[in-house]
């Protein structure tokens, strides 16, 4: 975000608008990733849950994301899923029509299928790899976006890493800076990001931090990931 984003932030705040969106573009993605809780109950609230719902499809799809952008005047739009690729068809058309709108765009995806070659030149788009640790375990979490597909797509794009920390990666010293040195080394990347695993209320899995890892964590992170593309977006 530029200096003259703020101002233009500021701007709708005060008109009574939200600067920023979020869209779940789809509820459907082909992965079946540890501690995802986008099928849970609880996740929409207790009304109503993702598998009752039906996906916008095609021309309705782009119809209905421009109608919602024009309505609320976002400055920043976040592209959600499920999997967004799995409406690549889509995304093709609606992505150069919110760039002309001046709208910046982050798009959230797997890399699991191959990133349109032509979406490298669309100047407002912003690439986001959500990537689980080091090769290993990545690819039997997150089957089958692995490491060989993630760097095989990204290759014609600049994007981000996007890294959520959960309690196994901390159980090895030195994990975190084995990851940022992997994909730091990378030419498409130019940003890596951190954030905590999130638990839902009840959540007492594996992946949730006990008192004790963040600690660990909070000590370890600017020794381990002392890196210039590295970012940690904690809460």
């Known amino acids: ?20 969106l979020s869209l779940e573009f789809t509820k459907e993605c082909p992965l079946r990733c540890p ?4 099928y849970s109950p609880e996740h929409l609230g207790s009304l109503v849950t993702l598998r009752q719902l039906s996906d916008f499809r095609g021309q309705e799809l782009v119809n209905a994301t421009v109608a919602v952008v024009r309505r609320l005047r976002p ?13 690549y068809r889509e995304l093709c058309e609606l992505l150069p029509l919110l760039d002309r709108m001046g709208v910046e765009v982050q798009l959230v995806t ?12 669309i ?31 990204i290759a014609p794009h600049r994007i981000i890493v996007h890294c959520t920390v959960t309690r196994p990666m901390l159980a090895r010293a030195g994990y975190l800076s ?33 008192p004790d890892d ?22």
């Open 1 to 20: 975000m530029t200096k003259a984003d703020i101002l233009r932030v500021w701007g709708r705040v005060l008109r009574g608008y939200t600067p920023f």
């Open 35 to 38: 501690g995802c809780y986008a």
């Open 75 to 87: 400055v920043h739009v976040s592209i959600i899923g499920g999997e967004p690729l799995v409406r």
């Open 110 to 121: 797997s890399a699991v299928r191959p990133i349109p070659e032509e979406w490298s030149s």
């Open 123 to 153: 100047p407002s788009l912003h690439l986001v790899v959500s990537i689980d640790g080091l090769a290993s375990e990545h690819d039997r979490r997150r089957k089958p976006a692995t490491y060989d597909r993630i760097l095989k797509h």
């Open 178 to 210: 084995d990851f940022c040195r992997f994909w730091s080394d990378r030419p498409e990347v130019h940003k890596i990001w951190f954030s905590i695993y999130t638990p839902q209320q009840g959540d007492s899995s594996a992946e949730r931090l006990r």
């Open 214 to 235: 963040r600690d660990k964590l909070f000590e370890e992170f600017p020794l381990q990931c002392d890196f210039q593309k590295c970012i940690y977006r904690g809460w």
